[in-house]
């Protein structure tokens, strides 16, 4: 099992930055790929980015491209998500996730909550 807490959000001004921590325990992530998925009220939870296990590559949907950077440190089992010059559309509970062995989004943590104001 793998236990995922994440931190760092909070309320920023639009154009502002804000660098989201999640810190894993349990079985080592080391080897599992890594993702930062977001939900804002009443829309449904989409991925924003993710990280393969030696952090030589890293996806993000186009939109986000140049805003949004995923980074990790197994050696620290942990993975953070860089936000900047970030928009009022941006606000939504931020989730970070682990890739198990059946290549699905297996692990996920509780959430934190990222409010953009204009």
């Known amino acids: 099992q793998v236990q995922l807490v994440e931190s760092g959000g909070g309320l920023v001004q639009a154009g502002g930055s804000l660098r989201l921590s999640c810190a894993a325990s349990?079985?080592?992530?080391?080897?599992?790929?890594m993702g930062w998925f977001r939900q804002a009220p009443g829309k449904e939870r989409e991925w924003i980015a993710s990280?393969?296990?030696?952090?030589?590559?890293?996806y993000s949907p186009d939109f986000l491209k140049g805003r949004f950077t995923i980074s990790r440190d197994n050696a620290k089992s942990a993975v953070y998500l860089q936000m900047n010059s970030l928009k009022p559309e941006d606000t939504a509970v931020y989730y970070c996730a682990a890739m198990g062995d059946s290549e699905t989004w297996a692990y996920w943590g509780q959430g934190t909550q990222v409010t953009v104001s204009s």
């Open positions: 990280i393969r296990w030696s952090g030589d590559s890293t």
């Open positions: 349990g079985r080592t992530i080391s080897r599992y790929e």
